[in-house]
């Protein structure tokens, strides 16, 4: 039997449910606040430069999922791209992650793999033998100079508190390599959209049964009248933030233009406590392919999260943790709506994962055959 569906939202998640519940044959009414879609994946071309700018921060596609890279190269040409990020720290310029290059570079060595493997461990602080906080973890890894250079700093002014207060599981693995490799994720599929994520979620969305109505927010009473609604708005936000509100980093972005070339690359971190911003990307790398005289770029600052600001990472320490649990309980009382996305489970997903994680939600109402869809298809704690 059709039914009418809601999606809040016009990001990743409510696109690819709606696409596969439309392609089943059920109606799809999608909404969202914004004037498009996309969500924070939302690529807007410039007109002054013609430079592709990724609106809401930088966004790099890498998957080891098959499935998810075919699904995107469905509605979308992907063409070859690595993240190759570099980073200024104490007045010079270094390759991140931290690689043999790094270190060679920084300790002024020549030092073939296994020797700099040695060479850490000895710098490396193994007084630290139960790395309680991400300082004492990267202490132990890496040793004093290394932290203070590539994690401290950086630490600090993404997440505005002293490395000290922040969980040693942060940090799980040994964060160096010790060989050339600077591709800054492992995954085996990579790539920039040839046109950007606006246009690929668009052709998502192109659809006989899916309707976009923009510039529409919807309430939790607004969503009446639906068979089944599936929001990816923040889960605080559909009760009236009435337990309190979670908890989130956001990020200022300050645009500056420049003619050619300003840094090279297209993301540089900035290492230094004493520099306020994280890093500054240059959006036309992201496009090695075009070619273009001016050039976009952001200063990225990051800061706690105000009621009307933009919510960009959960912070979900215990906190966090606690409320998001009373949340769930809430959302779990509800009828016929999932939660979903990035907001609606409050955690940090990657654009891979929240298709997956999107596929798998929509299969799941369509193998539901009418009967009740739960509140979550991921568990969110
Ligand atoms: C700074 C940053 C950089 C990132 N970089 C990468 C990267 O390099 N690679 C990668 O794989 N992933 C990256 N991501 C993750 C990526 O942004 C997410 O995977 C993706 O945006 C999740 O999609 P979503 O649809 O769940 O959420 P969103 O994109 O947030 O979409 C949710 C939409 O819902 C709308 N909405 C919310 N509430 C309401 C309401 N009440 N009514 C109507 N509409 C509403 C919002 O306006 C928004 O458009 C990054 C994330 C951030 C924050």
Redesign the pocket.
């Known amino acids: 039997m059709t039914k009418h569906c809601l999606m ?7 696109a690819v449910i709606g696409r596969l519940l439309a392609e089943a044959g059920h109606k799809i009414t999608i ?4 004037d498009h879609v ?4 939302h690529t807007l071309r410039d007109p002054e430069t013609g430079v592709l700018v990724h609106v ?7 998957t080891d999922d098959a499935e998810v890279w075919e699904y995107v190269n469905r509605f979308e040409t992907f063409l070859p791209y690595k993240n190759r990020v570099k980073t200024t720290s104490q007045g010079a310029v270094y390759s991140l992650p931290v690689n043999l290059h790094t270190i060679n570079q920084f300790f002024g060595q020549t030092l073939r793999p296994d020797e700099a493997r040695v060479f850490l461990e000895g710098k490396a602080d193994t007084t630290i033998t139960d790395p309680q906080t991400f300082e004492d973890q990267a202490l132990r890894f890496v040793g004093r100079d290394l932290y203070e250079a590539f994690f401290k700093g950086y630490t600090i002014k993404q997440w505005g508190c002293s490395p000290t207060e922040l969980p040693a599981s942060i940090l799980k693995r040994l964060p160096v390599r010790f060989n050339y490799d600077d591709n800054y994720f492992f995954h085996k599929f990579q790539g920039m959209p040839e046109n950007g994520y606006t246009a690929m979620i668009a052709r998502i969305l192109d659809h006989d049964n899916i309707m976009v109505e923009l510039n ?4 939790r009473a607004e969503a009446e009248g639906f068979d089944h609604v599936f929001y ?3 889960i605080d ?1 559909w009760f009236d933030f009435r337990l309190g509100r979670l908890g989130y980093r956001t ?1 200022d972005f300050e645009r500056f233009d420049y003619q050619g070339d300003y840094q090279g690359c297209a993301v540089m971190n900035y290492g230094d406590v004493d520099v306020p911003w994280t890093r500054i990307t240059e959006h036309k790398h992201f496009a090695p392919w075009e070619s273009h005289e001016g050039s976009v770029l952001y200063r990225e600052f990051s800061r706690a999260c105000g009621p009307d600001d933009i919510p ?2 959960p912070i979900r320490q215990v906190a966090e943790k606690t409320l998001l649990a009373d949340y769930v309980e809430l959302a779990k009382a509800e009828r016929n709506v999932t939660f ?5 489970t409050y955690r ?7 298709i997956r994680e999107a596929l798998d939600c929509g299969r799941a109402f369509l193998a539901s055959n009418g009967a009740e869809m739960p509140a979550f298809t991921v568990n969110p704690l």
């Open positions: 809040v939202g016009a990001g990743l998640s409510g909404r969202d606040t914004r996309g969500g924070n994946c809401y921060g930088p966004h790099i596609f890498h529409t927010p919807v309430t990816s708005g923040p936000g990020l960009y990472y979903v996305g990035r907001l609606g940090y997903l990657d654009m891979d994962v929240t």
